[in-house]
């Protein structure tokens, strides 16, 4: 996807805070973080959506969700954090490249 805005950042076009990349995901700060701690975890295929995902994207997906401990572990998030993976616009997408956000370090209670 060309015009996508995740895909230019896992191709190195636009700039990001990164903060763990390998071959199949890149993980980088939110832009606006709703928490000290927010992150983006993305493959670097594109697909849009969790709903457009099936059973091509187990292992990729699979992944993502590994990761997300690992992160939270390396940014202090020793008492937990919260995932968040909006589908669609009904469901609060904005950005059209699936992506798990890793938010922590205040009350999550209401994020
Ligand atoms: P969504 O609502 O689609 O789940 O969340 C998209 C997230 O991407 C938002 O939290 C927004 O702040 C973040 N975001 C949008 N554009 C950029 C960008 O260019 N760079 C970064 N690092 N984050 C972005
Ligand atoms: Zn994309």
Known sequence: MTD???CKIARG???SKKVYEDDELLAFHD???AAPVH???????HVASLA????RHGEVLGKMLLLAPKLAQDHGLVDGF?????????G???VFHLH???IGGANMAHV
């Open 31 to 33: 832009i606006h973080p």
């Open 100 to 102: 798990v956000h890793i």
């Open 92 to 94: 609060g997408q904005v």
């Open 13 to 15: 076009e636009l700039p």
């Open 39 to 45: 992150l983006l975890v993305i493959p670097k295929l």
């Open 4 to 6: 996508c805005i995740f």
């Open 82 to 90: 919260k995932t968040v993976i909006n589908t669609g616009k009904g």
């Open 52 to 55: 457009e995902c099936d059973g």
